[in-house]
Structures are given as C-alpha cells and as structure tokens.
C-alpha cells in the first residue's frame, strides 16, 4: 500500500546512488536514526513525539535511506520508524545490521550464533513491521570500536541463507576491513559498507576508492564525529567564509569526496535535519577542498 507522505523535491538532497542489484535510486542524503533512543543508545527517546516527528519531516524533505538497527534501544528505533512511518513509501530503504544484543545495563554483547542471527533478523521484520528486509548489514564484531581481521564466514552464510529464503533483499557489511570485504563478496553480493569515516577520520580513503570502482556504496558512520562532535579551526574558517556550519561543511565534504558516499548523519533535532539536509546544495570549490584535506593532520581525533 503507498503511503500518503508528503513530497518535495528530491534533486538536492546530493543527488541520487542506486545501489548494485537495484533499480530503484536513493538520495545520497539518508537519516540515521539511532540518535533517537535514549542516552547511550539505550531506551526510549527523551520525547517521543519529537522523534516521530523528526522521522516524518525527513521523509517529507525527501529522504528514502533511513540506516537502524533493532540493538538500538534495544528495539526503540525500529518501532519508532513503524510508528512514523508504516506504511512505508514505496521507495523508502531501510538498512538495518545485526550481531549484537544488549544487556541489562545497555552494554553492547556480541550475537553472532544462527540462532542469535536468525532471531535478529525476525526481531527486525517484526518491529519494523515488513515482510522483507531491504539491506542488512552484518557488522564485525572482533574488535567493537574498529575494524579487526577475522574470518566473517560463518554469520555472513547465515545471513545469505536468510536472503536465500526471501527474509532479505541486500546484504551489507560494517566495522569491517578490505580482506572481509573480499571474503564476503566471495559468500555473497555487498551492496554497501559501513564503517567510522568523516573529514577529521580518514583511514579508509584507500577502501573508498576501490568500493567506489566496484559501484559498492560507502556509508561512514559518525559523519559528524559521534558523540564526539567534529571541531577543527580549519573546518570553522570554512564555513564562516562559506556562511554556512561547519557540520554542514562536513557533509558536503564527504558528498564531494567521492560519489558512492552516501550519507546518514544522526539528530534528534528538527533544526539540524533541516541543515544536514540543506549540505547536499554547498558547492565547494576545488582550493578549498585542498584546505580542508588538511583537517585530518591537525583535527582532533574522537574517542569511542
Ligand atoms: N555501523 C555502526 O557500527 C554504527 C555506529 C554508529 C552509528 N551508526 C549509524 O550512523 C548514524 C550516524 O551516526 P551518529 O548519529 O552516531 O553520529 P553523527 O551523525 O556523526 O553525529 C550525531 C551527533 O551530531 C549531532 N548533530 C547532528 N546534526 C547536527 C548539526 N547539524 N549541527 C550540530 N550537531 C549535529 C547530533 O545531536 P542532535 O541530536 O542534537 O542534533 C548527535 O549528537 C547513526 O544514526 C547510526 O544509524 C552505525
């Protein structure tokens, strides 16, 4: 059933990437939701009416790529997009990830087991309320802050297997590194990859390169830092010169750096979705994107 959400134009929002295997483009601007559960990713929002609303604004605004996932809250962000959103627009992509749960006291548990995997993906269908699953990201869970060398065979079978039987359109990987990359692509097809990149953080640049020669999408997590918000004096001059934010130099950065970036930066504030969404119309001429490759050497680097 198509919804009766509100459009507007879709042309700015960074213009569009479709991922390989579809036919259907996304706006290279998404919404990341997990910024809408409570502190430390872990209960319910502050005010859910805010959430629901900042959800609804982002599609009226014209965004079709919302990234969750079910260890979020846990469960708070997926039934926040159901409650928002269902029934979803026809071009409305939701990427989720699974291989984690969370304990009693919101720590984050490695669930990497079929049983743990299959469960995830149903909990998924369930609170999203879908029969089908448009991208599931597994993310690596070797080391939980950054990506680490180990073999993702097992729970990526896993995950094809549930693709097999019809649970999940995409397959996607997070936290991951290039020779996990190869492994997966040898069990599966890999729209996208997700791992911790912005302006200030750039050890994948090699990475996004070659997944950008291969048409697989980019998706850097913290585009804006995280909990560790982004601050460069280079960045600042930017956009004071530019008059615009810095976060939205930020984003526009990654736009221009290379076209399979696609971008998910989180708020809970309506404020910032409007000037996250408003990056993707910030030109940046070529002598300041040489300035601001300079923010990597001098900026400092987030702790999570
Ligand atoms: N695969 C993974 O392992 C992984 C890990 C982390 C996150 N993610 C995904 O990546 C998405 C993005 O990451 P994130 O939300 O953690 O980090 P982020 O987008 O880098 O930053 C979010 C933070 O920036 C603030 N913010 C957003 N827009 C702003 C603006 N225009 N001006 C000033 N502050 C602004 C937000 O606060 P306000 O609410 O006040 O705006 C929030 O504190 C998440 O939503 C999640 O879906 C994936």
Same mark, same amino acid.
Request: with cysteine; net charge neutral.
């Given at each position: 059933?198509?919804?009766?959400?509100?459009?507007?134009?879709?042309?700015?929002?960074?213009?569009?990437?479709?991922?390989?295997?579809?036919?259907?483009?996304?706006?290279?601007?998404?919404?990341?939701?997990?910024?809408?559960?409570?502190?430390?990713?872990?209960?319910?929002?502050?005010?859910?009416?805010?959430?629901?609303?900042?959800?609804?604004?982002?599609?009226?605004?014209?965004?079709?790529?919302?990234?969750?996932?079910?260890?979020?809250?846990?469960?708070?962000?997926?039934?926040?997009?159901?409650?928002?959103?269902?029934?979803?627009?026809?071009?409305?992509?939701?990427?989720?990830?699974?291989?984690?749960?969370?304990?009693?006291?919101?720590?984050? *548990?490695? /669930?990497?087991?079929?049983?743990?995997?299959?469960?995830?993906?149903?909990?998924?269908? +369930? %609170? #999203? @309320? !879908?029969?089908?699953?448009?991208?599931?990201?597994?993310?690596?869970?070797?080391?939980?802050?950054?990506?680490?060398?180990?073999? *993702?065979? /097992?729970?990526?079978?896993?995950?094809?297997?549930?693709?097999?039987?019809?649970?999940? +359109? %995409? #397959? @996607? !990987?997070?936290?991951?590194?290039?020779?996990?990359?190869?492994?997966?692509?040898?069990?599966?097809?890999?729209?996208?990859?997700?791992?911790?990149?912005?302006?200030?953080?750039?050890?994948?640049?090699?990475?996004?390169?070659?997944?950008?020669?291969? @048409?697989?999408?980019?998706?850097?997590?913290?585009?804006?830092?995280?909990?560790?918000?982004?601050?460069?004096?280079?960045?600042?001059?930017?956009?004071?010169?530019?008059?615009?934010?810095?976060?939205?130099?930020?984003?526009?950065?990654?736009?221009?750096?290379?076209?399979?970036?696609?971008?998910?930066?989180?708020?809970?504030?309506?404020?910032?979705?409007?000037?996250?969404?408003?990056?993707?119309?910030?030109?940046?001429?070529?002598?300041?994107?040489?300035?601001?490759?300079?923010?990597?050497?001098?900026?400092?680097?987030?702790?999570?």
């Amino acid at each position: 059933m198509k919804a009766n959400h509100k459009k507007t134009n879709k042309s700015k929002l960074g213009g569009q990437f479709t991922f390989p295997g579809t036919s259907s483009p996304v706006q290279r601007i998404g919404y990341g939701a997990m910024q809408l559960a409570g502190p430390g990713v872990f209960g319910p929002p502050k005010d859910h009416a805010a959430a629901l609303a900042v959800l609804r604004a982002a599609i009226a605004a014209g965004v079709n790529h919302i990234d969750t996932s079910d260890f979020y809250g846990p469960h708070v962000t997926n039934q926040l997009i159901h409650e928002a959103l269902h029934p979803y627009p026809d071009d409305l992509v939701v990427v989720t990830k699974v291989s984690a749960r969370r304990g009693q006291d919101g720590s984050w *548990i490695p /669930a990497l087991s079929r049983e743990e995997l299959t469960q995830a993906v149903h909990d998924n269908l +369930r %609170h #999203l @309320g !879908l029969d089908v699953l448009d991208v599931v990201n597994l993310r690596a869970m070797f080391d939980i802050h950054r990506p680490a060398e180990g073999s *993702i065979e /097992a729970p990526l079978t896993v995950l094809a297997e549930l693709q097999q039987q019809g649970l999940i +359109r %995409h #397959l @996607g !990987l997070s936290n991951v590194t290039p020779r996990q990359i190869e492994e997966g692509r040898r069990i599966a097809p890999i729209v996208c990859v997700q791992n911790f990149y912005n302006i200030a953080n750039r050890n994948d640049d090699g990475l996004i390169d070659s997944l950008a020669a291969q @048409g697989i999408a980019y998706v850097p997590f913290f585009p804006l830092g995280g909990f560790t918000p982004l601050q460069s004096s280079i960045l600042s001059d930017v956009a004071n010169r530019l008059q615009v934010t810095p976060m939205q130099v930020a984003q526009a950065w990654l736009l221009h750096r290379s076209p399979n970036i696609l971008l998910i930066p989180g708020t809970a504030s309506p404020a910032h979705l409007r000037e996250n969404l408003a990056a993707g119309e910030l030109m940046l001429s070529p002598e300041i994107l040489t300035e601001l490759d300079g923010i990597a050497a001098t900026a400092v680097t987030p702790k999570h």
